[in-house]
């Protein structure tokens, strides 16, 4: 059971993206005025497009929501989920986010939470804590392309999308499509730089006017098209932070879907490293 | 206790106490939750029982109830929990129990944190065996695998610091194992005398028992160092006779020192694990015990969502006589987990404990699933293979078991 922060796509969690001041003043100027210049690379304007999602996403703090997760198969059946996610945003571009998921639904999970420690390239910290035997785990992170909690989304959908897990090509500029009509996207692909990655590569359209992430298609490791996220209805928090209520995914090989529904976001609630202590984790319900 | 000591943050504390239960608040930031489970059992036992004092019926029903009432305020940080445990069994009667499993106050600041009550504390990182995990008595009655604790009074303070987290325990109030009945099944091979148990300390189940841990994350290192001192959870079974020559064991209950660390060490797809003590106060010597060993996984085994882990762990225990007994002297585990990742979140465990000296062998199998979003399904079983007729583990020569267990949660 995972979640952590999201960085670049901005799915679960919220933070989605942030990070860029290691590399200093002048890259931030650089990125800032827009529009990169002239003679850059498809690998440059890609990165820079992400470093930009990423600096409008610096600085939120901490933020909290709950959501709700309904897993839907090929044949309609579903199932929901109802969860809470914390995330703790550790400025530094050389480490990631801190999140906290606590499950409140069905009954028989209630109770269970999830600790993530991101990291760029190196695996994650990662603790489960199961409440019958009040026994907080630390679990290998290694299975990053396994579904959290048998929905669509991998563990790696959900984690923190650091800017430096990736590497870039911008593709193309074109219209968003319908997820957000009327709103011109930039088109870039991504390459995961991390280990044990179910992709190969993921196709993002990010809208030019906010920086926000529209869509990902995703790539499995023999390159097919395997799943589509969507990200809509997105409210901005403290006249800054965009987040999509409203997060889609659709698995095109088996059919599956799984739809997240956020819920009364929370920014800057004074969380901070302690509450992300494993030590608490027995301390959620 | 520095933060504790300052007048300051005691009246602040009070004052949000008083406040959070006197002032009425926005409804987020206070709650009550009613939730728990009610749960239908039968045990299955192919053969018959042992002993003729014992029921021989095959098929063994039981019903267990266990509701959760929460009250949370003040963002959280306090809460008040109270989860009562009740268990009505058609064949056993010490098994026919209640239990308070919680009733405690929980308070959190910024670098500390306190449990005022009745609860539950686990140590440990192994799976074959719960070797330092001891604030709680085990009750015994619920499973032979002591994986089931009885509620303990307690009075912790936990310290959460940059260089680690300080727990202190000061433990009033023990609790005598639970056994099952000698006309019961799982018994062992004599009879246990369940109320006339004789302790080391004077103040008997009175007497105030200490624990201090540590433990802190170091990269891919979890360690967690902790002393106890006080009352023995396990008994010493010494063997008697009445007048009529009928032999029993009578539980006696040493106060000892018990030092113990746990550690995990955790990269890519593998768990190294390590539980070891060293104990002192029984009659016996000192003795050292340990258990070691790893979880391997392989993610997404045949190109499904499925994972497999697999499991080795080594038992040493080092005990001498005038000690509780034990089974796990030298021992190795073998076990399986495999983990379907689907939308039920389906799981077995397999596993067997082999005794390196008696060659006797414990396979056991536990298998979950989740019917509905409140239906959960739970099969269990232990079979006890080449068990020695002189052994420790003789009384369950014949009661290898199948259980399923039908939860209904709300």
């Given at each position: 059971?995972?979640?952590?922060?999201?960085?670049?796509?901005?799915?679960?969690?919220?933070?989605?993206?942030?990070a860029?001041?290691?590399?200093?003043?002048?890259?931030?100027?650089?990125?800032?005025?827009?529009?990169?210049?002239?003679?850059?690379?498809?690998?440059?304007?890609?990165?820079?497009?992400?470093?930009?999602?990423?600096?409008r996403?610096?600085?939120f703090?901490?933020?909290?929501?709950?959501?709700?997760?309904v897993?839907?198969?090929?044949?309609g059946q579903?199932?929901?989920?109802?969860?809470?996610?914390?995330?703790?945003?550790?400025?530094?571009?050389?480490?990631?986010?801190?999140?906290?998921?606590?499950?409140?639904?069905?009954?028989?999970?209630e109770?269970?939470?999830?600790l993530?420690?991101?990291?760029?390239?190196?695996?994650?910290d990662?603790?489960?804590?199961?409440?019958?035997?009040?026994?907080?785990?630390?679990?290998?992170s290694?299975?990053?392309?396994?579904?959290?909690?048998?929905?669509?989304?991998?563990?790696?959908?959900?984690?923190?999308?650091?800017?430096?897990?990736?590497?870039?090509?911008?593709?193309?500029?074109?219209?968003?499509?319908?997820?957000a009509?009327?709103?011109?996207?930039?088109?870039?692909?991504?390459?995961?730089r991390?280990?044990?990655?179910?992709?190969?590569?993921?196709?993002?359209?990010?809208?030019?006017?906010?920086?926000?992430p529209?869509?990902?298609?995703?790539?499995?490791?023999?390159?097919?098209?395997?799943?589509?996220?969507?990200?809509?209805?997105?409210?901005?928090?403290?006249?800054?932070?965009?987040?999509?209520?409203d997060?889609?995914?659709?698995?095109?090989?088996?059919?599956?879907t799984?739809?997240?529904?956020?819920?009364?976001?929370?920014?800057?609630v004074g969380?901070n490293?302690?509450?992300?202590?494993?030590?608490r984790?027995?301390?959620?319900? | 206790?520095p933060?504790?000591?300052?007048?300051?943050?005691?009246?602040?504390?009070?004052a949000?106490?008083?406040?959070?239960l006197?002032?009425?608040?926005?409804?987020?930031?206070?709650?009550?939750?009613?939730?728990?489970?009610?749960?239908?059992?039968?045990?299955?036992?192919p053969?018959?029982?042992?002993?003729?004092?014992?029921?021989?019926?095959?098929?063994?029903?039981?019903?267990?109830?266990?509701?959760?009432?929460?009250?949370?305020?003040?963002?959280?940080?306090?809460?008040?929990?109270?989860?009562?445990?009740?268990?009505?069994?058609?064949?056993?009667?010490?098994?026919?129990?209640?239990?308070?499993?919680?009733?405690?106050?929980y308070?959190?600041e910024?670098?500390?944190?306190?449990?005022?009550?009745?609860?539950?504390?686990f140590?440990?990182?192994?799976?074959?065996?719960?070797?330092?995990?001891?604030?709680?008595?085990?009750?015994?009655?619920?499973?032979?695998?002591?994986?089931?604790?009885?509620?303990?009074?307690?009075?912790?303070?936990?310290?959460?610091?940059?260089?680690?987290?300080?727990?202190?325990?000061?433990?009033?109030?023990?609790?005598?194992r639970?056994?099952?009945?000698?006309?019961?099944?799982?018994?062992?091979?004599?009879?246990?005398?369940?109320d006339?148990?004789?302790?080391?300390?004077?103040?008997?189940?009175?007497?105030?028992?200490?624990?201090?841990?540590y433990?802190?994350?170091?990269?891919?290192?979890?360690i967690?160092?902790?002393?106890?001192?006080?009352?023995?959870?396990?008994?010493?079974?010494?063997?008697?006779?009445?007048?009529?020559?009928?032999?029993?064991?009578?539980?006696?209950?040493?106060?000892?020192?018990?030092?113990?660390?746990?550690?995990?060490?955790?990269t890519?797809?593998?768990?190294?694990?390590?539980?070891?003590?060293t104990?002192?106060?029984?009659?016996?010597?000192?003795?050292?015990?340990?258990?070691?060993?790893?979880?391997?996984?392989l993610?997404?085994?045949?190109?499904?969502?499925?994972?497999?882990?697999?499991?080795?762990?080594?038992?040493?225990?080092?005990?001498?006589?005038?000690?509780p007994?034990?089974?796990?002297e030298?021992?190795?585990?073998?076990?399986?987990?495999?983990?379907?990742?689907?939308v039920?979140?389906?799981?077995?465990?397999?596993?067997?404990i082999?005794?390196?000296?008696?060659?006797?062998?414990?396979?056991?199998?536990?298998?979950?699933?989740?019917?509905?979003?409140?239906?959960?399904?739970?099969?269990?079983?232990?079979?006890?293979?080449?068990?020695?007729e002189?052994?420790?583990?003789?009384?369950?020569?014949?009661?290898?078991?199948?259980?399923?267990?039908?939860s209904?949660?709300?």
């Open positions: 059971m995972p979640i952590n922060p999201q960085r670049f796509p901005r799915p679960v969690t919220s933070k989605t993206l942030l860029a001041p290691v590399l200093g003043p002048a890259l931030l100027l650089l990125v800032a005025a827009g529009t990169p210049a002239q003679a850059e690379t498809p690998e440059e304007k890609g990165l820079a497009i992400a470093e930009e999602v990423d600096r996403d610096l600085g703090g901490d933020s909290a929501s709950t959501l709700k997760m897993l839907t198969n090929k044949q579903s199932s929901t989920r109802e969860l809470r996610i914390q995330t703790l945003e550790i400025p530094e571009r050389s480490e990631g986010d801190k999140s906290l998921v606590v499950f409140d639904h069905p009954r028989d999970i109770g269970t939470a999830f993530s420690f991101t990291k760029i390239l190196d695996p994650d990662q603790w489960l804590y199961l409440p019958a035997l009040k026994r907080v785990k630390r679990i290998s290694a299975n990053k392309s396994g579904p959290f909690v048998g929905s669509e989304f991998a563990y790696e959908d959900l984690l923190s999308q650091e800017v430096d897990k990736y590497s870039y090509r911008w593709l193309r500029d074109e219209p968003c499509g319908e997820a009509q009327g709103l011109d996207c930039f088109v870039i692909e991504r390459f995961p991390y280990e044990n990655s179910g992709y190969t590569r993921q196709v993002t359209w990010i809208d030019q006017q906010e920086y926000r529209i869509r990902i298609d995703f790539y499995d490791r023999k390159d097919s098209l395997l799943k589509t996220l969507t990200l809509r209805q997105y409210n901005q928090y403290l006249d800054q932070y965009w987040r999509a209520d997060q889609y995914m659709v698995n095109h090989q088996t059919g599956k799984t739809r997240l529904t956020f819920d009364a976001w929370e920014f800057r969380v490293e302690r509450d992300f202590n494993p030590n984790l027995k301390r959620l319900r | 206790m933060r504790l000591e300052r007048p300051g943050a005691v009246g602040l504390l009070t949000s106490l008083l406040f959070g006197a002032v009425p608040q926005p409804a987020s930031s206070q709650d009550f939750d009613f939730s728990g489970f009610v749960a239908g059992e039968v045990r299955g036992f053969e018959g029982a042992k002993s003729p004092e014992q029921n021989d019926s095959h098929i063994s029903p039981s019903l267990v109830l266990q509701p959760e009432l929460r009250y949370r305020w003040n963002r959280r940080d306090d809460r008040i929990t109270f989860i009562p445990f009740l268990r009505i069994d058609a064949d056993d009667d010490n098994r026919t129990h209640a239990d308070i499993r919680e009733l405690s106050w308070h959190a910024d670098d500390w944190d306190t449990v005022v009550g009745i609860s539950k504390v140590w440990g990182v192994v799976e074959s065996r719960h070797l330092v995990d001891i604030v709680n008595q085990t009750d015994l009655v619920e499973s032979p695998d002591q994986e089931d604790k009885l509620g303990q009074p307690m009075l912790n303070l936990n310290l959460l610091r940059d260089w680690g987290t300080l727990s202190f325990f000061v433990l009033p109030g023990f609790r005598e639970t056994f099952p009945d000698n006309d019961a099944r799982l018994r062992g091979p004599l009879p246990i005398d369940d006339d148990a004789s302790y080391e300390s004077g103040l008997e189940e009175w007497n105030v028992d200490f624990a201090l841990r433990s802190q994350t170091f990269g891919g290192w979890d967690g160092l902790a002393h106890f001192y006080g009352t023995s959870r396990e008994p010493r079974l010494i063997p008697r006779a009445d007048g009529d020559g009928n032999l029993s064991l009578q539980q006696r209950y040493d106060l000892i020192h018990q030092t113990s660390l746990d550690a995990q060490y955790t890519g797809p593998w768990l190294l694990k390590l539980e070891a003590l104990r002192d106060g029984h009659d016996g010597d000192r003795f050292f015990a340990a258990v070691g060993g790893f979880e391997y996984t993610f997404g085994i045949f190109e499904s969502p499925a994972d497999l882990g697999l499991l080795a762990e080594y038992l040493h225990d080092g005990r001498d006589d005038e000690t007994a034990t089974p796990f030298d021992d190795l585990f073998l076990g399986a987990r495999l983990a379907l990742n689907d039920e979140d389906t799981e077995l465990l397999a596993g067997v082999l005794d390196a000296d008696q060659e006797e062998r414990i396979f056991s199998v536990e298998f979950e699933r989740r019917l509905s979003d409140n239906l959960n399904l739970e099969i269990e079983g232990q079979l006890f293979d080449n068990i020695d002189n052994g420790l583990l003789s009384g369950f020569e014949k009661d290898s078991f199948l259980e399923v267990r039908l209904w949660f709300f």
